[in-house]
């Protein structure tokens, strides 16, 4: 066959982007898709990065790379992936940009986003009463401005329909390896995850990092206060008035701070809180699930169970499955 035919049969992949976009963002799911090709897809990948007008791509850390013209684009596409950075806010402003990337969406068998790249699908109209993820110091603002959205912030990748997410950079190398999975089976995605010295893939549905260690803390110092509370105290009484008697404020004035300093409600974030601890007794110890629900404060396996589901998408049983066999 010759090489012309041969690139014919490969899914087409193409990579948007925009200035200021984070280089890993556009370098793990590419290389993936390179690594998968080279040693074995059939078919193959073919990638290509695109950018209005087919202007150079200057990355955050500097390095410019070379792109053709995002509104030639045409004919049928295998994915469209969005990558993230932080030009994402200015991109998702960009009218133009919007309106081919909801065009490239319908000629796409899927849409992928890396990171804050979620940014411009929502701004797109493509996660609309759907669930996805984003990197995690964004992804309450995220919940905040577009309220269509079911945002899963510990989540490494949300898989909803043929629309894929990734949470923060290189949880891209997750979402990618699971899509070529999907593709050519298990056998090959292991083979690439270990040529690029990668997890031999980390489910989905596991947290991206502890939300106890790795989200700053609040600027505001009684909204610090409190977090801080909830977190060392998660089997306490948390309930809004609890809250509210701590903080030493009204249950109303409390929950406005919530909101401009998290994006959220006092409620959630306890609920967030006490999934998380429960995810991380699920990761360390052999305790059953009726003791780790009281020790996180969810009091009932059924509760325990509704919180998984909002927050990593699955149950506390498979969870653990998951990240043991990870």
Same mark, same amino acid.
Request: aromatic share 4%.
């Given at each position: 066959?010759?090489?012309?035919r041969?690139?014919?049969?490969?899914?087409?992949?193409?990579?948007?982007?925009?200035?200021?976009?984070?280089? /890993?963002?556009?370098?793990?799911? %590419?290389?993936?898709?390179?690594?998968?090709?080279?040693?074995?897809?059939?078919?193959?990948?073919?990638?290509?990065?695109?950018?209005?007008?087919?202007?150079?791509?200057?990355t955050?850390?500097?390095? %410019? /790379?070379?792109?053709?013209?995002?509104?030639?684009?045409?004919?049928?596409?295998d994915?469209?992936v969005?990558?993230?950075?932080?030009?994402?806010?200015?991109?998702?402003?960009?009218?133009?940009? *919007?309106?081919?990337?909801?065009?490239?969406?319908?000629?796409?068998? =899927? #849409?992928?986003?890396?990171?804050?790249?979620?940014?411009?699908?929502?701004a797109?109209?493509?996660?609309?009463?759907?669930?996805?993820?984003?990197?995690?110091?964004?992804?309450?603002? *995220?919940?905040?401005?577009?309220?269509?959205?079911?945002?899963?912030?510990?989540?490494?990748?949300?898989?909803?329909?043929?629309?894929?997410?990734?949470?923060?950079? %290189?949880?891209?190398?997750?979402?990618? *390896?699971? *899509?070529?999975?999907?593709?050519?089976?298990?056998?090959?995605? =292991?083979?690439?995850?270990?040529?690029?010295?990668?997890?031999?893939?980390?489910?989905?549905?596991?947290?991206? #990092?502890?939300?106890h260690?790795?989200?700053?803390?609040?600027?505001?110092?009684l909204?610090?206060? #409190?977090?801080?509370?909830?977190?060392?105290?998660?089997d306490?009484?948390?309930?809004?008035?609890?809250?509210?008697?701590f903080?030493?404020?009204?249950?109303?004035?409390?929950?406005? /701070?919530?909101?401009?300093?998290?994006?959220?409600?006092?409620?959630?974030?306890? =609920?967030?809180? =006490?999934?998380?601890?429960?995810?991380?007794?699920?990761?360390?110890?052999?305790?059953?699930?009726?003791?780790?629900?009281?020790?996180?404060?969810?009091?009932? %396996?059924?509760?325990?169970?509704?919180?998984?589901a909002d927050?990593?998408?699955?149950?506390?049983?498979?969870?653990?499955?998951?990240?043991?066999?990870?």
């Amino acid at each position: 066959m010759s090489s012309g035919r041969q690139e014919s049969l490969m899914r087409r992949v193409v990579v948007i982007g925009y200035p200021d976009t984070e280089l /890993l963002d556009i370098s793990c799911p %590419t290389g993936v898709f390179e690594t998968a090709t080279r040693w074995g897809a059939e078919p193959g990948y073919r990638v290509e990065l695109v950018s209005l007008g087919g202007l150079p791509v200057r990355t955050s850390c500097g390095l %410019t /790379l070379a792109a053709d013209a995002l509104e030639r684009v045409g004919g049928r596409l295998d994915s469209v992936v969005v990558a993230g950075g932080p030009g994402h806010r200015n991109a998702a402003e960009d009218a133009r940009l *919007l309106v081919h990337l909801r065009r490239l969406a319908g000629l796409s068998r =899927r #849409v992928v986003s890396v990171c804050t790249g979620a940014t411009l699908l929502t701004a797109a109209g493509l996660l609309d009463r759907r669930r996805a993820t984003t990197h995690w110091a964004w992804a309450a603002e *995220l919940a905040a401005r577009y309220p269509a959205v079911t945002v899963a912030p510990a989540a490494l990748f949300v898989s909803d329909g043929n629309v894929h997410t990734s949470a923060g950079v %290189t949880s891209a190398i997750d979402l990618t *390896l699971a *899509l070529v999975e999907q593709d050519h089976g298990p056998a090959l995605a =292991r083979e690439v995850a270990r040529l690029l010295v990668a997890y031999l893939q980390r489910p989905g549905n596991q947290a991206q #990092v502890s939300m106890h260690v790795a989200a700053p803390p609040p600027d505001h110092r009684l909204v610090r206060q #409190v977090c801080e509370h909830i977190t060392a105290h998660p089997d306490a009484d948390l309930d809004a008035a609890a809250l509210a008697r701590f903080a030493g404020v009204s249950p109303r004035h409390l929950t406005r /701070l919530f909101a401009a300093e998290l994006g959220t409600t006092p409620a959630r974030h306890v =609920r967030a809180v =006490r999934a998380e601890a429960a995810a991380q007794l699920l990761a360390a110890t052999n305790l059953p699930l009726t003791a780790v629900a009281r020790r996180c404060g969810l009091r009932t %396996t059924e509760t325990l169970r509704q919180a998984f589901a909002d927050l990593f998408a699955t149950t506390p049983s498979a969870y653990r499955r998951a990240v043991r066999q990870g």
